[in-house]
């Protein structure tokens, strides 16, 4: 069965400081990857999608940035933070092969930036 | 833009009771999607309507889509303590999925 893992669960970070969240998905081949933010009380924002390694679309102008180096793995980074960047930030999966985009999350980083 | 958009009121019920809720949205969609959140959790897949039905049941949980109005609704119902969660509604547009705020429930024992 497939297992999606991301972490850490909870991060605290000053300002200014770099930024680097880690996903990864198993038991499937070329999944469709997603990051979202979630601002307390609010809907999922899409930040960024992936459908292969090294394809990246970015839906919202702002301070991170997304990667992904191998199939299964995607990560989300900043070189410095703002204090806007507070969140809890979500990493999903879809399976490309089919065409309903149920999607499936990962326990999720609450991110606190002071 | 946001594609679906809940009633935003929070919904308080009491054990045994049925729980409905609204969902909006304003383009052509592919199909739209149900997901609850506990807090803090990540969000789980919970029912999909194509474009093309108006009602569909998984267990205790009913979906209806209105195309005309551009709405959708969830039932739970005989709602149990553990329902107590977040539910969100998503529209699937050219494979992007676009949630509402959500609509949290609480069931009281």
């Known amino acids: 069965s497939q297992t999606i893992h991301q972490w850490p669960a909870t991060l605290v970070q000053p300002v200014g400081s770099p930024l680097s969240l880690e996903c990864t998905v198993e038991?499937?081949?070329?999944?469709?990857l997603y990051w979202y933010r979630q601002a307390a009380g609010r809907g999922l924002q899409l930040l960024f999608y992936?459908?292969?390694?090294?394809?990246i679309s970015s839906e919202v102008p702002q301070n991170l940035s997304a990667s992904r180096p191998q199939d299964r793995q995607f990560i989300l980074s900043s070189k410095k933070l703002l204090l806007s960047d507070s969140g809890f930030y979500l990493c999903?999966?879809?399976?490309?092969?089919?065409?309903?985009?149920?999607?499936?999350f990962g326990a999720g980083t609450r991110l606190s930036v002071l | 833009s946001q594609q679906g958009e809940e009633d935003p009121q929070a919904l308080s019920i009491q054990e045994g009771e049925n729980a409905t809720m609204n969902c909006s949205y304003k383009?052509?969609?592919?199909?739209l999607q149900w997901y609850r959140q506990n807090s803090g959790r990540g969000l789980v897949h919970l029912i999909l309507?194509?474009?093309?039905?108006r009602e569909k049941h998984s267990g205790r949980l009913r979906v209806t889509l209105d195309t005309s109005k551009k709405s959708s609704s969830l039932l739970i119902t005989a709602s149990r303590a553990a329902d107590t969660a977040s539910y969100f509604c998503?529209?699937?547009?050219?494979?992007?999925?676009?949630f509402g705020k959500g609509n949290q429930v609480v069931v009281i024992p």
């Open positions: 999903a999966w879809s399976d490309s092969g089919q065409v309903l985009n149920i999607q499936y």
């Open positions: 038991g499937t081949s070329n999944p469709n």
């Open positions: 992936s459908v292969g390694i090294g394809q």
């Open positions: 383009t052509s969609i592919n199909n």
């Open positions: 309507i194509r474009s093309n039905e």
């Open positions: 998503a529209t699937d547009t050219n494979n992007r999925l676009a």
